[in-house]
């Protein structure tokens, strides 16, 4: 399988715990991008790495967000004493290295279902 | 404002029917790219279809054709010969390059039933 892969695929946690979640892209992108969508909602932009660098971070991203890539090929996604607003879809998507124009289809991995009671 | 708007929470098309989900989108960019996404209830998010702004003609995929009217500012999916399998989530998503050029803004999505 050469898709994105995503692990845990779900995850139960207590507040104020901590969790990570992992991302593998599709192996020749160099572009890797973290969404978070909730219950009813399209898939809202959380960061975006080229390679191991983390350029884009929205304002979704609070301090409690961590995110890393830091050989350029998997991600981890980490949360800080969660929170039950936390409860959502994270969802990765990778795509290959743009050479020019917007059409760099992102494709994306099956998601980490987090719920924090 | 929204960049993506998809006014149809919900359709239902009887099996072998064609089914139109609309889409319209908001960006004062020139050059962009309009994608739809089909998520099942398993969650992963399935590329469909891509049109891009300067693109001339409307794109196909199969069973997929994207309507794209540019004056309109509409990107609205055509599935023809629908089947059991495409019951599931529809998202229309837009990349333009204002701003950093790289986030995919997504609509609320459209929930697809395939009738037998």
């Known amino acids: 399988d050469t898709g994105v892969s995503q692990n845990p695929r779900h995850k139960i946690t207590k507040r104020g715990q901590n969790v990570t979640f992992r991302c593998d892209p599709i192996s020749e992108h160099n572009r890797l991008y973290w969404y978070r969508q909730t219950l009813g909602q399209g898939p809202e932009f959380l960061t975006y790495f080229q390679n191991e660098a983390q350029l884009e971070k929205s304002r979704l991203l609070s301090d409690r967000f961590s995110a890393e890539r830091p050989k350029g090929s998997f991600s981890t996604l980490e949360i800080q004493r969660t929170e039950q607003g936390d409860s959502a879809m994270y969802l990765c998507a990778s795509s290959p290295k743009r050479l020019a124009g917007v059409t760099d289809t992102q494709y994306f991995g099956p998601g980490t279902r987090l719920t924090v009671l | 404002a929204q960049k993506i708007t998809q006014t149809q929470p919900g359709m239902f098309v009887q099996e072998k029917e064609a089914v139109t989900l609309d889409c319209t989108y908001d960006t004062s960019d020139p050059s962009y790219g309009l994608f739809w996404y089909k998520q099942p209830s398993s969650g992963e998010m399935i590329f469909l279809i891509y049109?891009?702004?300067?693109?001339?003609q409307n794109a196909t995929e199969g069973r997929y054709s994207l309507n794209f009217q540019k004056a309109r500012k509409s990107a609205n999916l055509v599935i023809s010969a629908s089947q059991l399998g495409d019951s599931a989530m529809y998202f229309c998503a837009m990349r333009d390059i204002t701003n950093t050029g790289n986030q995919f803004y997504f609509g609320t999505g459209t929930s697809l039933t395939v009738i037998p």
């Open positions: 049109q891009g702004s300067y693109d001339q």
